[in-house]
């Protein structure tokens, strides 16, 4: 492990290099001299991943990627997960100290190389095996395990729709949403779950009207194993995502999959990625045009006044983590991969 976390003086002193290092690549990445370390512990990462032994390395994260393509080229076995295509995501204003081309090259050395790699989206998928070539990844979601405590729906009072993410914050498409909400005729509540400095939240509820900001409510970061009982007691979940970057519009969020497994009704931005989703969970759920105000308020309203319509999508949000959107349905892909990469017959 290499542990940039804890700040003990013991902790803070052992990894004082590796942070100095970092520090230094990134100022220097100004300059258009960009290396892996501008992504974080690279070299300390390196010598870790060297002490290893394994007979299968499954490479995740960015840098992640530099390990899986070092053990490639020492003979290991390498899987790779491209959960996002990291050398199209972030906006401009946030690639400036980004080794775009060696992300780039490390992905299509994986994709071509890698005993299986795999990916969140069908879409995703696609787009990668375009771009590299090398066998089209197997789709294996961020879904998670069924929970038992999906929401009932009809509940009494103004429906209240839930939009979550560790950080809320500009850039998440929340904006246009609230512009759109605040012109709704009938009464419903908007819950935002997740961290938030006070300017930000001042700014968004300045674009709120005094006699709604009290249907307005932040909630709290909870832990992981606390969050699917509290998405099932809102009643639509917002899965309002960009489409640009290209890794936004191809990558499946947790957000979806999330409100699908608790039972909520779902409105998605038309990503490419939502779009599969919602196109194997008919019923589910409906595609906002946040581009489109006055689109976005007919479609709210017209859902809002319909309590048996908002029950009737969370029973089939339901119905497709159940059948396919969960993690009882994508394990066997992930173990089936596993056991192919090693060599061995799938298990059962």
Request: glycine share 6%.
């Amino acid at each position: 492990m290499v542990d940039h976390v804890s700040r003990g003086w013991t902790a803070l002193a052992r990894s004082l290099p590796s942070r100095a290092a970092t520090w230094l690549a990134r100022r220097v990445a100004h300059y258009g001299l960009k290396s892996a370390q501008t992504l974080g512990p690279a070299g300390a990462l390196s010598h870790r991943a060297r002490t290893l032994r394994a007979d299968l390395t499954i490479v995740h994260n960015e840098l992640g990627l530099r390990i899986g393509v070092e053990r490639l080229r020492h003979g290991g076995r390498v899987a790779a997960d491209i959960e996002d295509w990291h050398s199209r995501d972030l906006l401009p204003s946030a690639q400036i100290s980004r080794p775009l081309r060696l992300l780039d090259r490390w992905e299509a050395i994986l994709l071509r190389r890698a005993a299986y790699a795999s990916t969140t989206s069908f879409v995703l998928a696609s787009a990668l095996q375009a771009a590299y070539g090398g066998s089209m990844p197997v789709v294996i979601r961020n879904s998670f395990p069924i929970q038992p405590d999906p929401a009932v729906l009809p509940r009494p009072g103004p429906p209240a729709f839930l939009w979550f993410s560790q950080t809320i914050g500009p850039g998440r498409m929340l904006e246009p949403f609230i512009e759109a909400w605040i012109l709704t005729r009938l009464p419903s509540r908007l819950c935002l779950l997740g961290a938030v400095d006070s300017a930000y939240r001042t700014e968004l509820m300045n674009r709120v009207p005094t006699e709604r900001r009290r249907c307005v409510e932040f909630l709290p970061v909870v832990p992981p194993w606390e969050l699917p009982s509290v998405i099932a007691r809102h009643d639509i979940g917002l899965a309002i995502e960009d489409s640009v970057p290209e890794n936004r519009n191809y990558t499946i969020t947790n957000k979806i999959l999330q409100y699908l497994n608790a039972g909520l009704a779902v409105l998605a931005t038309g990503t490419a990625g939502q779009r599969e989703v919602l196109a194997q969970a008919q019923g589910a759920g409906l595609i906002l045009n946040l581009r489109d105000t006055g689109e976005t308020v007919a479609l709210l309203d017209a859902l809002i006044a319909n309590p048996e319509r908002i029950a009737e999508m969370g029973a089939s949000a339901r119905k497709a983590a159940e059948a396919v959107f969960c993690w009882e349905k994508d394990e066997p892909r992930l173990l089936a991969c596993v056991a192919t990469a090693l060599g061995k017959p799938p298990l059962a």
